[in-house]
């Protein structure tokens, strides 16, 4: 394993877009994330600062982090996408390497791309958290703090739907494209040909969903707008605007059941087809 996380780590420190979108990556998370702390809306019983503190801070940055998913899963697109337009997989095969360590490279890659974003929103959280919440360190502080595994299965099943694709495809421009019209517009509009209570189960909306939008309003007004039976009058989801998601514990054995769906399939492409 470590000879081939070596022979992944060479081509990817000499692959110039690779270190730029993943500068891009973390510039713009950390912009994003910068922005929306100057954002202070504070009125009698409601205060949006809550957002960054404990424990609310952790699910906040896993949702905003989840948006640049999509850089990840465009980088192994294109690092993925070279090894086929240079022919470096046939050299890789000739010089000895199994097709099959080839699949194992590449998941290594995937693995180590989604610790640095996991580390990334962690310790991003943390400063933050620590900061807004007073220096406490006490209480709940990690309460939440659960959400950033999912939001690490996530990040992976968003970078194997690419692997996916760039490997059926095999060219780096019409894979990104295609991974980008899967998410929107194809799949939501395929999704509304369906009845509601299965559009959760389609591969994009279940990952997706591993980290939902929080709960903004009542996050920020606390227990002010507290109704008679313990809930938040200012839920979006008792109020009808956020649809009932999934247990999380099902929304997980979908995404993993997809991922080894995937694996499979780029596997059994890899075996059957030439490189």
Not at 110 to 133: E, K
Not at 139 to 166: D, K, S
């Amino acid at each position: 394993m470590r000879k081939l996380f070596n022979i992944e780590l060479v081509k990817l420190l000499n692959h110039t877009s690779f270190k730029v979108i993943l500068g891009l990556h973390l510039a713009l998370l950390t912009l994003v994330v910068f922005i929306s702390s100057q954002i202070n809306i504070t009125i009698p019983g409601f205060d949006t600062t809550n957002l960054f503190r404990f424990p609310h801070v952790w699910p906040y940055f896993a949702w905003i982090a989840s948006w640049f998913n999509l850089l990840l899963a465009i980088l192994i697109i294109m690092v993925t996408g070279n090894e086929f337009s240079y022919r470096t997989f046939r050299q890789h095969v000739i010089d000895g390497l199994g097709k099959k360590q080839l699949l194992q490279g590449k998941l290594l890659v995937i693995l180590a791309l989604a610790l640095y974003s996991f580390a990334l929103v962690f310790l991003s959280a943390l400063v933050y958290g620590l900061i807004y919440s007073g220096g406490d360190g006490g209480g709940p502080m990690f309460a939440n703090a659960g959400i950033l595994f999912v939001y690490f299965l996530q990040t992976i099943a968003f970078m194997v739907v690419g692997l996916t694709i760039v490997m059926l495809v095999r060219t780096t421009a019409l894979s990104i494209i295609l991974f980008i019209l899967l998410r929107f517009p194809l799949e939501p509009i395929i999704r509304s040909f369906f009845d509601p209570a299965m559009r959760p189960f389609f591969p994009m909306k279940a990952v997706g969903g591993l980290t939902p939008m929080p709960e903004f309003l009542s996050i920020a007004s606390e227990n002010t707008f507290e109704t008679v039976e313990g809930g938040n009058a200012l839920s979006l989801s008792e109020m009808g605007l956020i649809a009932p998601a999934l247990p999380l514990y099902l929304q997980i054995l979908i995404v993993l059941g997809y991922i080894m769906i995937l694996l499979a399939l780029i596997a059994y492409s890899l075996v059957r087809r030439d490189i």
